[in-house]
C-alpha cells in the first residue's frame, strides 16, 4: 500500500498529474481509516484531478467505482447520471456505461443508453431485451434502493464490492444478482454476507409488499480466471 502511493505520488510530478490523483482517490478507498476520512480523502484527490487536464471517462468511472466499493451507492447513481448526460458519440464510452448501469442497477440510466447507441447505429436488441426482463422482476426505484442496503451490508463485513455477475436465467425465470468482492476476501465473511444479503432481500419484500421470489441477492468472491 505504502509503495502503491508512492508510485502514485510520482505520477504527479509527470505530464499526466492527473492519473497521479485518480490512483490515490483509488487508493484512499483502502486506508485504514473511518469512513468518512476516507470518503474525505477520495473527494478531494478528484477535485484536485478534475481541475487538471484530464480524461474524462477515467474521471467518472474511477468516482463511480470509489463510492460504490465504499458502500455509497446512492452517491455513484448522480455522479454516473451525470457522466451520461454530457456523453453524445463516444461509443466505447456509451458501452462502458451500460455495463456500469446494470452493476448500480440503474434500468432507465440503461435505457437512456440504448437509445444514444442505438441512434450511433449499434444492435442494442439483446441489451434491451435483457433490460426488459429485469424489470418484470423488480422495478428500478425498489432495485437501486435495495442495493444502497446492500451496499452498506457489504461495508458492515468490510467487504469490498469491485463488481457484478448478473444472469438472467431464462429456464428459471429469475434473476441472479451477484455482488463480487475482492479475490482476497475473507471467505468466511463472504459466506455470512451472503445469507445477510438473502435475509434483507426478504425483509425489504415485506416492508415493501412486493414479490422478490423471482430476485436472488447474494455476493461471492471475484473470479480471477
Not at 490523483?21 to 473527494?43: I, M, N
Not at 484527490?45 to 480524461?55: F, M, Q
Not at 461509443?91 to 455495463?99: K, M, Q, T, V
Amino acid at each position: 500500500m505504502t509503495r502503491a502511493k508512492r508510485d502514485a505520488e510520482k505520477l504527479l510530478k509527470t505530464h499526466a498529474p492527473h492519473q497521479g490523483y485518480l490512483c490515490l482517490a483509488e487508493l484512499a478507498v483502502f486506508e485504514d481509516a473511518p469512513l468518512q476520512t476516507r470518503l474525505k480523502s477520495v473527494e478531494e484527490y478528484l477535485n484536485k484531478a478534475s481541475r487538471l487536464p484530464h480524461d474524462t471517462r477515467n474521471y467518472y468511472i474511477t468516482y463511480c467505482n470509489c463510492l460504490v466499493r465504499l458502500g455509497e451507492r446512492k452517491s455513484a447513481y448522480s455522479v454516473l447520471d451525470k457522466y451520461v448526460d454530457i456523453l453524445e458519440d463516444d461509443i466505447e464510452a456509451l458501452r462502458g456505461c451500460f455495463e456500469y448501469t446494470r452493476f448500480t442497477g440503474q434500468i432507465s440510466l440503461s435505457e437512456k443508453v440504448i437509445n444514444k447507441l442505438n441512434k450511433l447505429g449499434k444492435d442494442m436488441t439483446k441489451e434491451a431485451e435483457e433490460i426488459k426482463r429485469i424489470k418484470t422482476v423488480i422495478n428500478e426505484s425498489y432495485l437501486k434502493e435495495l442495493l444502497v442496503y446492500a451496499g452498506e451490508v457489504l461495508r458492515s463485513y468490510s467487504l469490498i464490492n469491485d463488481g457484478l455477475n448478473l444472469d438472467c436465467s431464462y429456464a428459471e425465470d429469475e434473476i441472479f444478482y451477484e455482488l463480487t468482492v475482492l479475490a482476497d476476501s475473507d471467505e468466511d465473511k463472504v459466506a455470512s454476507c451472503d445469507i445477510e444479503l438473502s435475509r434483507l432481500k426478504i425483509k425489504f419484500a415485506r416492508e415493501k409488499g412486493i414479490n422478490l421470489s423471482r430476485f436472488v441477492l447474494g455476493c461471492a468472491v471475484r473470479d480471477i480466471n
